[in-house]
């Protein structure tokens, strides 16, 4: 019987030996290649923090101690070890196990979203809720990497957890040198100077082993040392500082930056060493004041293909052939990849142009401009706050920054837009990929709220592409707009074919026009134009008549849409966005506004947070696939020829809906 098998609470870990201990370890890696590889995931992270994850449920008592993952995506392990190994079949699919913490799946998980850098915020509103309740015997743990220590939400919560050494905090710092790239910034820097720290560490380690196990002469040898060390440290904490060409203060001081906030600081430890790990965990227990433990790790430890994939370490992968990590499925052309390629010809041209990322290049399709343009680059970590103010600063100086960012993390910089963009009216675009529904990375990865939010931010201009043509076209087009911020959005995944225009009406693009006159107007927004040209063919087929058109930049909308609404029975609107307050409920207030008594049904998303599960499962759920839309068509137009305006949508059954 396998040693995983036996486990099924944290507590069954508290009787293992370290080779058990170590065997387990193993067994956990060769679970987690097996069944993510079946399931796709977040494979890299979680093989990096096996022994983490076992030393803290060997050191803390979960779920009375509160461990929080920041992210989450790396709490793959924890599920294991808490009970959930059985359930990995359903990784991230419909019903199944989610790809973050769960709080409905577990009481060990306490977390529900996965967005960086605010676990400590979290830890920090426990410790003082625990200290008003008088909870002494409750600690409250923080996992959090170096990556997500580049957010400065992170850094609001360190001053204020240091400011209560009486409220404890434990700080587990994951440090892999990585987010989904190398971190970058002058944090990562003093944390490099942090690591290598590492070899003199195991050297004292040794020299503790030995030399103590030598009798009384090299007991006190090893005290004389240790002596010299702790002097050594305390002249740094007074402020030793190298003169000029010695190097970095971080050289000399490299724990500096945690001290002087006021935080206990143990490390470096080899994360990979339980031994160590779990020493300085229950250091950590002890001490009853906040306390970071900086512990450093490898991404994609223990596969071969994880450790050798140099952009990301296998950070998140589709299904892969679990031998080579190579892909089952090649997904084509994707978005990313259109848009990385059409920004480089575009920046061939203007000079002016510059590329920003927030710690994700690779993923976004930055890395051909990266190597093209090293100097025209930035990537600014995991702050999109920043990233955003920073582009409005470069806006103001001559350039044109083009942000790009996954749709669901531009709501973190929602203020920097209203406020620094579009106040200044500055020429800024923002790139937003996993637009609309995600699926199955759960309901805080979707990209649902951008129509909504940003429609309510004065001057700007927001495009969805159809398809890989009209994403040039209007990429474009946004950086030659100079007096406003642009957006352009699309979804995750391959790039569909080509859907031309049969037509132009002024600044729409026609793709389908109806036989005869007064039928259906179906406005598509985006890449649901081709599940709009099925749905009208469907309708077509049972004697409705559908006009559908594409036009192209939805904020502010073409004025040539209220002429052609107004020639029309029944306009329908379908986006991948939010049912209300995005696209359709714009179209809808310009058509009251220009007095065109034509009604309008919305179709969208009416739940914000959908739970994990494919795309088109997500789609045809809320009524947005092909056959629902065509009763949703038809059965409104009966409405309406009966004389009852559209309100709602009809009952569909699952059948029809897909």
Same mark, same amino acid.
């Given at each position: ?16 030996? @370290?080779?058990? +201990? ?35 449920? @060997? ?9 929080? %993952? ?9 599920? $294991?070890?808490? &009970?959930? =190994? ?47 309740? &008088? ?19 992170? %850094? ?5 957890? =240091? ?39 195991? +050297? ?19 005290? !004389? ?6 002097? $050594? ?11 000029? /060409? ?46 970071? #433990?900086?512990?450093? *790790? ?24 679990? @031998?080579?990590?190579?892909?089952? @499925? ?27 990322? =927030? ?5 976004? /399709? ?36 083009? $942000? ?18 579009? +106040?200044?009216?500055?020429?800024? !675009? ?18 649902? %709220? ?31 707009? !100079? ?22 009406? /002024? ?8 036989? #005869? ?30 006009? #559908?058109?594409?036009?192209?930049? #939805? ?6 849409? !209220? ?20 696209? /359709? ?54 409405? *309406? ?18």
């Amino acid at each position: 019987m396998s040693l995983l098998a036996r486990i099924g609470q944290p507590a069954d870990l508290r009787g293992l030996s @370290r080779p058990e +201990l170590v065997r387990l370890a193993g067994e956990i890696r060769e679970f987690l290649v097996r069944h993510v590889a079946v399931t796709g995931g977040h494979l890299g992270p979680n093989l990096g923090v096996v022994e983490l994850t076992l030393a803290l449920h @060997r050191v803390f008592d979960s779920p009375r101690d509160r461990l929080l %993952w920041d992210v989450g995506h790396q709490a793959y392990v924890h599920k $294991i070890l808490t &009970g959930r =190994a059985g359930e990995f079949t359903g990784l991230r699919q419909r019903g199944g196990l989610s790809g973050y913490p769960s709080r409905e799946e577990s009481a060990h998980d306490h977390i529900e979203h996965s967005h960086a850098s605010a676990a400590l915020s979290y830890a920090d509103g426990m410790a003082k809720a625990g200290e008003l309740a &008088g909870e002494t015997d409750r600690h409250i743990v923080a996992v959090v990497g170096d990556g997500a220590l580049t957010g400065g939400l992170a %850094w609001e919560a360190l001053n204020n957890i =240091a400011e209560a050494p009486h409220r404890p905090v434990v700080i587990v710092l994951n440090d892999n040198g990585r987010s989904y790239a190398p971190t970058v910034g002058g944090l990562a820097r003093h944390l490099a100077a942090l690591r290598g720290r590492a070899g003199y560490e195991r +050297l004292a380690g040794w020299g503790r082993q030995v030399l103590g196990g030598a009798g009384t002469p090299g007991r006190a040898l090893h005290r !004389t040392l240790h002596a010299a060390k702790e002097g $050594i440290k305390e002249g740094v904490k007074e402020g030793l500082r190298p003169g000029p /060409g010695e190097g970095s203060a971080e050289a000399v001081a490299p724990h500096s930056l945690f001290g002087a906030l006021g935080l206990r600081y143990l490390g470096p430890v080899d994360g990979h060493d339980l031994t160590a790990v779990e020493e300085a965990l229950r250091r950590a227990k002890a001490h009853g004041e906040p306390v970071v #433990v900086h512990c450093v *790790t490898r991404k994609g430890l223990g596969y071969a293909p994880a450790e050798q994939d140099e952009e990301d370490h296998l950070h998140g992968i589709g299904t892969i052939d679990p @031998r080579t990590g190579r892909p089952l @499925r090649p997904a084509g052309l994707t978005w990313s990849a259109a848009f990385g390629r059409a920004l480089v010809e575009l920046a061939d041209t203007h000079p002016e142009v510059v590329a920003i990322t =927030a710690a994700m290049p690779g993923s976004v /399709g930055l890395n051909d401009f990266a190597a093209r343009y090293p100097a025209r680059f930035f990537d600014v970590g995991i702050a999109e706050q920043h990233a955003v103010a920073s582009a409005a600063g470069m806006a103001m100086a001559g350039l044109h920054p083009v $942000i790009a960012l996954y749709g669901t993390f531009l709501n973190r910089a929602l203020d920097q837009v209203l406020m620094d963009l579009a +106040l200044h009216r500055l020429g800024v !675009t923002l790139v937003l990929d996993r637009s609309g529904v995600t699926g199955d990375d759960g309901p805080s990865h979707n990209g649902l %709220w951008d129509l909504a939010m940003l429609q309510a931010v004065p001057g700007l201009r927001l495009a969805a592409p159809r398809d890989a043509v009209t994403l040039r076209q209007r990429l474009a087009q946004a950086v030659s707009i !100079t007096d406003a911020p642009t957006v352009l959005r699309y979804p995750r995944g391959a790039v569909g074919p080509e859907i031309p225009a049969v037509c132009r009406a /002024g600044a729409v693009d026609v793709l389908r026009e109806a036989a #005869v006159a007064g039928g259906v107007l179906l406005i598509a927004v985006g890449t649901m134009a081709a599940v709009a040209l099925e749905a009208a063919g469907l309708c077509a087929r049972h004697g409705v008549e559908v006009t #559908v058109v594409d036009p192209l930049w #939805v904020k502010p909308l073409p004025g040539e849409l !209220t002429a052609l609404a107004a020639d029309h029975a029944l306009v329908v609107t379908v986006e991948d966005g939010l049912r209300h307050g995005g696209v /359709g409920t714009a179209v809808g207030q310009a058509l009251q506004e220009a007095g065109v008594r034509t009604p309008v049904r919305v179709l969208g998303v009416a739940d914000g947070f959908p739970r994990q599960a494919g795309r088109a499962e997500i789609l045809a759920e809320a009524g947005l696939a092909a056959r629902a839309i065509a009763h949703t068509v038809t059965q409104a137009l009966a409405g *309406t020829a009966a004389g009852a305006v559209p309100d709602g949508a009809p009952t569909v059954s699952a059948s029809e809906k897909r």
